[in-house]
């Protein structure tokens, strides 16, 4: 990254633009496009900042090699007025049918490239895990964090290519003394003595924040760790096995006989025997003794505010979705997963009451937009604002352009009558000519904004009315998501405020017009 860093900085020089920020991350430009925060960062400074007209990149597969996904998100910064430049890609004329085959054929072969990339890896690391070192008689890793009780050690095994050290890693029993106890032991203890026995996920989390065994990924224990270690291809890992090809990339769990398994991958911590105990006492009480929750995932999950919409105002954690005795709630994820621990009493928002206050404000809303001819004219404000802002509007573009060329002209006549400063002459008249071609391209952009009549707008309203009604979970979600600006929670007032996504142009007329106040929920 420091090289294509370096060699964009030097593109940028080249061509006389000016950098006002830099973002860089290590995510995959295929996979995982959620972890790609510094990217989404990115565009969301360059849509929201008029002074942006520019993103450069390394190449065109490092803003994204899903080729549909990056085309449609350049397409749209290129609306915005943003565009998207590649230090070592060709630069194409996207307004031509030539262009048009050369931008198809970049991403294509950058997503070609991608998946070639992943077979190869893939077939890498079903061999390595299958591959036992010499010394130690172990099996190699590919990588990500040992279980609990285990620590990675590197081992160097010669050379490759141009010197560079050959290094494997296998796990090795973690002796790290915490509480007066060998790591391994604790992991022992926890799953033989506790799970072995019936122990709760809650108990077992429970019992590790209170003996100070230090939490896997973060500064607490959660409940949703436990479960995973208690999975059966992880406790197949506890005895010893080394198991690969579990998951997909989506995170969905394989059928077992697409797996690959390698016995004596690493040294065992519980026998077989113990292993298929601590699998039957979680299946005896089938979940009786733990809390019975987790947000699913689904787009249709029955939790319409789920995935990001509700939010904890104290911690800012996601408000999930919970039930008990069939009664339905959201709660802060901190509170079923780690006691509360990191933020603080949980505070259960029953589920019918919060959605419905969140339905029937946006009715109230949509009602409030039911003059065509008010809502319109709102709407049209809105656009033209976002168009100005895209285009870099400047409304006095014909008058500052006169003003340039009379500026020009004035320079030119005092050169003609003997000006001697020829050298500040030339300096300023290039700055007038480059400002005027700004001014004459912008003035060229586009003729006018685009506007909707009534009849257009109002049916856009009906739509967003119908879903409302009519509309299927997943369309209602979306529904949500594109009209609901944020609704969290404010635990110490036992109260949950809900905000709206509405064109500000709109909200202001509406506020003004007819009085309307964004709800606030109390519990």
Known sequence: MPEQLREIRRFAESQGIEIVAEFQEAASAYRYQTRRHEFHRMIDRARSDPDVSVIIVHDFSRFGRDSSTAKSEIQELRRAGVEVLSVTDPKVDEDTAAGVYMQAITFAKNEAYSKEVAFHTRKGCRANVQTRDAETGWCFKNGGQPLF????????????????????????????????????????????????????????????????????????????????????????????????????????????????????????????????????????????????????????????????LFRCGRCGANMIGFHTDGRFYYVCGSQPYRSGMGCGPGVYVPQAEVESEVLNGLRAVLDLCADPQRFTRAVNKELRQIWEASTDFRPDAGERIAAVDQKIENIRRAVEDGLNDAGWANTRLRELLTEKESLVATSKKTSAPPQLDAATAMDYRRQADKLLRQGGQAERKQLLRTLVGDVKLIPQDLEVSITYRLPEAIMNGLVAGGGFEPPTFGL
């Open 149 to 308: 009780g285990y620590r990675a050690e590197r081992l160097y095994r010669g050379e490759i290519k141009r010197g560079r050290p050959l290094v494997k890693s296998i796990w090795v029993p973690d002796e790290t003394i915490v509480a007066g106890r060998p790591m391994r032991e604790w992991a022992r203890h926890c799953l033989v003595e506790l799970a072995g026995n019936g122990a709760s996920l809650e108990e077992l989390r429970v019992f590790c924040e209170k003996t100070g065994i230090p939490g896997r990924r973060k500064q607490y224990w959660g409940i949703s760790t436990w479960y995973a270690l208690l999975q059966p291809h992880v406790l197949m890992q506890y005895c010893g096995y080394a198991v690969w090809n579990v998951h997909t990339k989506a995170g969905r769990e394989r059928p077992a006989e697409e797996w690959v398994i390698a016995e004596r991958g690493h040294e065992a911590l519980i026998t077989e025997e113990e292993a298929r105990k601590i699998a039957e006492a979680r299946r005896s009480f089938g979940g009786k003794k733990q809390f019975n929750v987790g947000p699913t995932r689904s787009r249709t999950s029955r939790y319409l505010l789920s995935g990001g």
